[in-house]
């Protein structure tokens, strides 16, 4: 992942696609627990997609540690997006990245946000029916997974195999798309 940081700092949209697609899963999740008036939850997977393009660019190399940031930061983004403090969907608090200020998103960053959450709609359209029910009842309604086994006729490891694997599916998905 270190690898891509500098080239998608340089415009590298692949590099940046990597990255994106890495924090995936995070992204999904964090976007399913919230509920914001205005906000569906395609609003809030590309908030999640901003978040991490604007970690990408905020990060300082010498700090090391890309991944735990990435995740803190959006964390911190969704939250404050819940408590109002972002009055636009562009905008991003900076309460996690005070000292990097400066990065202003650009409507490439808004598009390739809004690319990916097409692609991602498009790569669950192709799940089996068992894998949209599983991966819609767990992130969209926010149902834990005993609940989904409790309502259909799998049990709770069959569930959890198959959200694990519908997300797998996703991401090489995505990723094949972006080659």
Same mark, same amino acid.
């Given at each position: 992942?270190?690898? %891509?940081?500098?080239?998608?700092?340089?415009?590298?949209?692949?590099?940046?696609?990597?990255?994106?697609?890495? %924090?995936?899963?995070?992204?999904?999740?964090?976007? #399913? @627990? &919230?509920?914001?008036?205005?906000?569906?939850?395609?609003?809030? +997977?590309?908030?999640?997609?901003?978040? +991490?393009?604007?970690? +990408?660019?905020? %990060?300082?190399?010498?700090?090391?540690?890309?991944?735990? &940031?990435?995740? =803190?930061?959006?964390?911190?983004? &969704?939250?404050?997006?819940? @408590?109002?403090?972002?009055?636009?969907?562009?905008?991003?608090?900076?309460?996690?990245?005070?000292?990097?200020?400066?990065?202003?998103?650009?409507?490439?960053?808004?598009?390739?946000?809004?690319? =990916?959450?097409?692609?991602? &709609?498009?790569?669950?359209?192709?799940?089996?029916?068992?894998?949209?029910?599983?991966? #819609?009842?767990? *992130?969209?309604?926010?149902?834990?997974? =005993?609940?989904?086994?409790?309502? #259909?006729?799998?049990? *709770?490891?069959? +569930?959890? *195999?198959?959200?694990?694997?519908?997300? =797998?599916?996703?991401?090489?998905?995505?990723?094949?798309?972006?080659?």
């Amino acid at each position: 992942m270190d690898r %891509f940081i500098g080239a998608a700092k340089e415009g590298d949209k692949e590099a940046l696609g990597k990255i994106i697609e890495n %924090f995936m899963p995070l992204i999904l999740k964090e976007s #399913s @627990k &919230y509920i914001i008036k205005c906000y569906d939850y395609e609003d809030l +997977v590309q908030h999640g997609y901003l978040s +991490v393009i604007r970690a +990408v660019n905020m %990060f300082k190399e010498e700090d090391k540690f890309f991944t735990p &940031y990435c995740i =803190r930061a959006i964390q911190l983004n &969704y939250k404050a997006l819940l @408590k109002k403090e972002i009055k636009h969907h562009r905008e991003i608090p900076d309460e996690f990245m005070q000292i990097n200020k400066g990065y202003e998103f650009t409507i490439e960053d808004e598009i390739l946000a809004f690319e =990916r959450t097409k692609e991602l &709609y498009e790569a669950m359209d192709k799940l089996t029916e068992e894998e949209k029910m599983v991966i #819609s009842s767990f *992130y969209i309604n926010k149902s834990s997974l =005993r609940e989904i086994a409790a309502t #259909s006729d799998k049990s *709770y490891n069959n +569930v959890r *195999y198959l959200k694990d694997r519908a997300v =797998r599916k996703l991401q090489k998905m995505l990723c094949e798309h972006n080659i």
